[in-house]
């Protein structure tokens, strides 16, 4: 399996799972990123914070995939 734009790839997936916390809010996954990381807020409107997992940080980065449409 040969992918030409790894980077490309890579945030395709993290989109599709931002795109899956949106989808699947009731998913436990869902309710534990809204609970330590956007409360107060929607998933396209979530802010980076200073303490947060390498994993958040990178479905954070890809939002704009989402963003974008």
Do not use: C, D
Not at 29 to 38: F, I, N, P
Not at 55 to 61: A, E, T
């Amino acid at each position: 399996m040969g992918f030409r734009n790894l980077r490309a790839f890579n945030e395709a997936l993290l989109a599709k799972q931002g795109w899956r916390l949106i989808t699947h809010p009731s998913s436990l996954v869902a309710q534990v990123l809204k609970a330590k990381y956007y409360p107060n807020a929607q998933f396209l409107q979530a802010k980076p914070k200073q303490h947060m997992s390498y994993s958040w940080r990178s479905i954070l980065q890809a939002s704009w995939v989402l963003k974008k449409g």
